[in-house]
DNA sequence: ATCAAAACGGATGCTGCCTCCGTACGCATT
DNA sequence: AATGCGTACGGAGGCAGCATCCGTTTTGAT
């Protein structure tokens, strides 16, 4: 009746549920199997057709995007708190780490983050996502290389792939031990002037 | 006749002429199509029935073993060129650049590499040049080492760890320049004192 | 020329993807 | 309470790829 503002029919109630039925067990199943676990047992497990999965989200991305976005709250409390550290190579430190086990929590996520970073697909749901991770990244660099602790060359990008290659390599199946020496040899090339062994 | 030398049937002709028209034609589609490949395609391409496809190489990554058997004439090619070089230093970087090159041949080569690397599946035909090639990084560290260019913290594991990144994130499309970058973050977190910007 | 071993190759069953359309459900209206 | 309409459901079905099995053909030896 105002302006604009259409009268719309109140959303049918199974929607709701069965979207949320939908993103919890593929939360489950994602976690279980990795990024490419069978859609069809999705949608089996949460108690609705293929069809209806389909139409709820068109394509396999557009489920993962759904879960991370439930998953990114847990991200972006953690920057709270590490927004308050007074150390901003320390908070730098933190942050690549949140970003890494974000990446890390399914196998097989990398992948598809990456094909979503490199843009020139508006289309494809993860990519607004990656760009902002991408863009806080940089912020923290750059707070870091104004104390003097982060050289000058690198840029947020830079660290954001080499996150993913940690998360990538997680995934794999590596050992905790390679993983550590990979982040300190990362770390070694990042900061400035770190000369011991 | 003589002493334990059993004397055996000479081998089918036909035997040795699907093998190479299968490995040519499998190089041809990972290639194109990366590791990932219609194996039913390549068959059919190469002449053959699925039959003879998976009883010459009986998984995807017996098949991708052989190739890569065939491709690794050019790395200890490249290798001897740089066996030549008298600085370890520019000796380690290239070997790091022509590893780098071998694995991401294929687009989606690194991940079936990693499952192999971290060994424990011995039947899994990939694990052996894995290992070897792990043994040779850690011989060009040392050497490096020793003239005090690379962290003495470095081993070769790590540095094969960080190649087979720098393949992934290029097999996922990463524009040239943001490799670069890598390349040069990794770098500066294995040289020894590197303190420019 | 014949034989037996060895290799072939395609038919087959299976799993997963994704679409399409008849059906059922839920909200609004009376 | 009953009716009607639009929306959402869900499963059947077509397709592609994997991996196996077995009747048939090829090949080397005699």
Redesign the interface.
């Known amino acids: 009746m105002s302006a604009g503002e259409q009268r719309e029919r109140k959303p049918r109630a199974d929607v709701q549920r069965n979207r949320t039925a939908l993103l919890e067990t593929a939360q489950r199943h994602f976690l279980q199997h990795g990024v490419g676990t069978s859609l069809e047992a999705v949608a089996k497990e949460a108690g609705v057709g293929p069809g209806t999965l389909y139409r709820h989200f068109p394509t396999r991305e557009a489920l993962l995007a759904a879960v991370l976005h439930t998953r990114s709250e847990e991200l972006v409390a953690r920057q709270a708190g590490i927004d308050q550290l007074a150390d901003p190579a320390q908070a730098l430190e933190q942050w690549l780490r949140a970003m890494e086990e974000y990446f890390s929590a399914f196998s097989g996520l990398p ?1 598809p983050l ?2 979503a970073a ?1 843009a020139q697909e508006p289309d494809n749901p993860l990519t607004i996502p990656c760009h902002t991770l991408i863009t806080a990244t940089d912020q923290y660099v750059q707070a870091a290389q104004l104390t003097g602790h982060v ?5 947020g ?2 660290l954001f ?2 996150a ?3 998360a ?2 997680k995934g ?4 905790e031990e ?1 993983l550590d ?2 982040r ?7 900061r ?2 770190d ?1 011991q ?1």
Chains 1, 2 share one sequence.
Do not use: E, F, H, K
């Open positions: 992948d990456m094909a490199r050289r000058d060359s690198v840029r990008n830079d792939l080499a993913c290659s940690v990538w390599i794999t199946g590596a050992d390679s020496r990979l300190t040899l990362i770390a070694s090339g990042y400035r002037q000369t062994a």
